[in-house]
């Protein structure tokens, strides 16, 4: 096995020169040791140089500043838009259904076109066009037009006045082939409706803009309330009475029709009726766990089923088999759990709120020496042994002590640290060139900065993979994470060195031998290396800091060399007068020899 080399040699960078333009953006500037500058990697450098340009161009935009009335005047514009959308997000209904009506201009309006479904109910002012043909005596070949008149009758040619008026168009072409075969023998007639006449309609109520419409023959209720901008946050949109002259009320409910698409029993309209809005008296959130949140309008007698119905069901990782019910009574909200048994039978109140718990369902990744390896489903309470023995438990050569286990969030909250100490450290070259040593002092803040750029956080969890700990031990079997990956390694017999060593690498591990003989068997210490502080990985991910030199390294360091351990030697860095340079950077060096090791399991 190959170790892996996670370093790149940095001392390549100082073998590249600047080119002529950075060369004189350099000379350009007082006070920077140009030296130092020039010896930083083309992309540490950039930064520098841009920190240092944004630096003088506030200093020029502070000298520069004005009051404006110009500019006021553009604050105050961007302010009332921010006021403005504020408002409308603020204004957006939760009750379903109404929102529905804002996008129905295209889809639901009527045309005034005669070819539609025969349920059409012919009244006054349609045009009904009439093709006779046959050979029949008396009656020659032709088309003509008749229209209904007030009467709500029609003129026949041949045959006389028939009433048609109230009757759907099915029905009109019943009655005329009717009428024509009983006066002639072997006529055929073919009736279609040549035009439809307009409708006035009454729409009263809880709408938004309530009046008298004009509206094509063919419109039902949905199109007559999308022409009123639909029923407003007070309006039920399952109490709609359509009063018609000398009928009985036609009672309406739209949840079919805006819920479930449903609209073969939407009844259409006829001139002089009058479309009243009731007030809507009984609403229910259906709240987190539902595929469709929303605020829902119930009636007398639907219970939680019908909430779950007409909201889509629940989510998929949403647990049924019991909800949480808020009711508010008496000025005050009061909270239960429901069980699945009582779906069917509670009765919703207005006011009443439902949520499903929900069931975190995720996937974790789990390789190297299991018996089944590969990817699976967790919930939100399934912890690490629960998906070692769903993967068959470990392989005779598996070295759980070396398992890692990596989590997304921790890899966030590295890379955010990394860059933070990146960014000061690039803030206090461009505010503090005097603190920048001189004749070469600086190349160990220069290694500093090339290895934070290209540090790439691992997000490695330190955490116990022994069964039998585990078992035994509930604080150390931790939940886990959708998209956590786990790695169980082989056994391995090597200790590897890495970092400002003679020849890094690794080496055999050896009982009771301790780092300074590790080091030694790699060459030992480089002229570049820090003598203070060296960082030791075990295999589980615990690191830890040893003094090699000076009177620390007499004090007790009881650091065990395990197999599979991880010996970084970080450069000197030496001190940087304004900046507590060693206390920015340590974590860095930890972070970044936690990285090699989690790499070298992983690769292992």
């Not at 046959?134 to 709500?152: H, M, P």
């Not at 997000?459 to 116990?464: D, F, L, P, T």
Request: hydrophobic fraction near 35%; aromatic fraction near 10%; avoid cysteine.
């Amino acid at each position: 096995m190959k170790p892996i080399n996670i370093i790149s040699p940095f001392i390549l960078m100082t073998l590249f020169f600047p080119s002529p333009l950075i060369a004189q953006a350099i000379a350009d500037l007082d006070g920077f040791d140009k030296n130092f500058l020039e010896s930083l990697p083309d992309a540490v450098r950039d930064d520098v140089m841009k920190e240092i340009e944004g630096n003088a161009d506030e200093d020029d935009k502070e000298f520069q500043r004005r009051p404006s009335t110009k500019l006021s005047k553009l604050e105050s514009v961007k302010e009332w838009e921010e006021f403005k959308k504020k408002q409308n997000i603020e204004n957006e209904t939760e009750r379903y259904g109404l929102r529905i009506f804002n996008s129905m201009q295209s889809s639901f309006m009527p045309l005034n076109e005669p070819n539609f479904g025969n349920n059409y109910i012919v009244d006054f002012g349609d045009v009904i066009k009439l093709q006779l043909y046959g050979a029949t005596e008396g009656i020659r070949n032709n088309s003509y037009q008749v229209e209904v008149q007030r009467d709500g009758t029609i003129l026949l040619d041949n045959i006389g006045s028939i009433a048609i008026a109230g009757l759907n168009f099915e029905q009109v072409v019943d009655v005329i082939k009717q009428k024509y075969s009983q006066s002639f023998i072997g006529l055929n007639v073919v009736v279609t409706l040549s035009r439809i006449r307009d409708i006035n309609v009454l729409i009263t109520g809880n709408v938004e803009f309530p009046g008298i419409y004009t509206l094509s023959g063919n419109s039902n209720i949905l199109q007559a309330l999308n022409v009123a901008g639909g029923a407003n946050e007070n309006g039920s949109l399952r109490k709609i009475v359509i009063k018609r002259q000398n009928k009985p009320d036609i009672h309406v409910d739209l949840y079919k029709a805006l819920i479930f698409g449903e609209i073969e029993n939407i009844p259409y309209l006829m001139s002089g009726d009058s479309i009243h809005i009731e007030p809507v008296k009984n609403l229910v959130r259906a709240g987190y766990g539902f595929n469709n949140t929303a605020v829902f309008e119930m009636v007398d007698g639907e219970t939680v089923n019908d909430l779950i119905n007409y909201a889509g069901g629940l989510k998929i990782e949403s647990k049924n088999e019991n909800l949480r019910v808020v009711t508010f009574k008496n000025d005050d909200f009061n909270t239960f759990d429901l069980q699945s048994n009582q779906f069917n039978v509670y009765e919703l109140k207005n006011l009443d709120s439902i949520y499903a718990e929900k069931e975190n369902i995720g996937v974790v990744t789990i390789s190297g020496k299991v018996k089944h390896p590969g990817k699976y489903s967790i919930s939100s309470s399934d912890r690490l042994l629960d998906i070692i023995e769903r993967a068959g438990g470990y392989t005779k050569s598996a070295y759980p002590f070396g398992g890692s286990l990596i989590r997304k969030s921790t890899q966030d909250l590295e890379s955010l640290f990394v860059e933070k100490a990146y960014r000061n450290l690039i803030t206090f070259i461009a505010t503090s060139p005097g603190s920048i040593p001189g004749g070469g002092g600086g190349e160990g803040l220069a290694y500093v900065l090339s290895e934070i750029k290209s540090h790439k956080p691992v997000g490695r969890v330190i955490a116990e993979f022994d069964e039998t700990k585990l078992k035994d031990n509930i604080q150390s079997n931790i939940y886990l994470s959708d998209k956590d990956s786990i790695h169980i390694p082989s056994y391995d017999s090597n200790v590897y060195i890495f970092g400002e060593v003679g020849n890094p690498g690794s080496v055999l591990f050896k009982e009771n031998i301790g780092i300074s003989e590790y080091i030694e068997q790699s060459g030992g210490l480089s002229r570049y290396s820090s003598k203070d502080t060296i960082f030791v990985v075990a295999p589980n991910g615990e690191t830890r800091k040893v003094h090699v030199s000076g009177l620390k390294k007499f004090l007790a360091q009881d650091v065990d060399i395990y197999p599979g351990s991880v010996i970084y030697v970080p450069r000197h860095i030496g001190k940087i007068e304004g900046v507590n340079f060693y206390a920015t950077v340590a974590p860095i060096f930890s972070s970044l020899a936690l990285s090699i090791a989690s790499l070298n399991s992983i690769n292992n």
